[in-house]
């Protein structure tokens, strides 16, 4: 099988699990009845999102930094695939254990996740899609995106509880 083609089967399971928490939130939000009643964790999911999808346009439309090594003369900075497979699969993992309760089964699960990761980098690489560079910065930005949104879902409320 050809690396662009499984990087892009990886990309597909990646917006799959991006279904299931879109589907989590609106069944809360449906069967809450309130938006407010959502779980915050699912509430501010969008925003590593949207940083992401910021900084694709920045960098893809803007400010194109490099090109393809296969000639093509496209942006290649950072890796979209690379970017999005590991801003949702971070997201995931970080939320795993809030609807996984097995410790074993969460820890299998984002073993998986880090391989598909790793097999969509590597693809990349060996697709001739991307420089190895343009790879570490699409993991880089996903984790400054996902660690952003750790850090807004687990802060202290005013009254000192969680907020997650």
């Known amino acids: 099988m050809e690396w662009k083609l499984i990087t892009d089967i990886i990309l597909i399971l990646s917006f799959i699990t991006l279904g299931a928490f879109v589907i989590m ?3 809360q939000w449906i069967t809450r009845k309130s938006l407010k009643k959502v779980d915050p964790w699912l509430l ?3 925003l590593p999102l949207i940083l992401m999808v910021i900084t694709y346009l920045i960098f893809d439309k803007l400010f194109p ?3 393809r090594p296969n000639g093509s003369g496209e942006p290649s900075f950072p890796s979209t695939h690379a970017m ?10 970080i939320n795993l254990s809030k609807f996984v309760k097995s410790k074993k089964l ?17 693809g990349r690489i060996f697709s001739d899609m991307h420089w190895p560079v343009d790879v570490i910065a699409g993991v880089a930005f996903a984790y400054i995106f996902t660690e952003i949104y750790y850090q807004i ?3 202290r409320g005013k009254n ?5």
Request: one cysteine or more; a positive charge; glycine letters at 6%.
């Open 153 to 155: 879902i687990h802060r």
């Open 84 to 93: 999005v497979v590991s801003t949702i699969f971070f997201i995931a993992m």
């Open 44 to 46: 501010w999911m969008p």
């Open 106 to 122: 969460q820890l299998v699960l984002e073993i998986i996740m880090v391989i598909l990761i790793g097999i969509t980098c590597t």
């Open 160 to 164: 000192g509880k969680r907020i997650h």
């Open 65 to 67: 930094i490099n090109t």
């Open 25 to 27: 939130g609106l069944y």
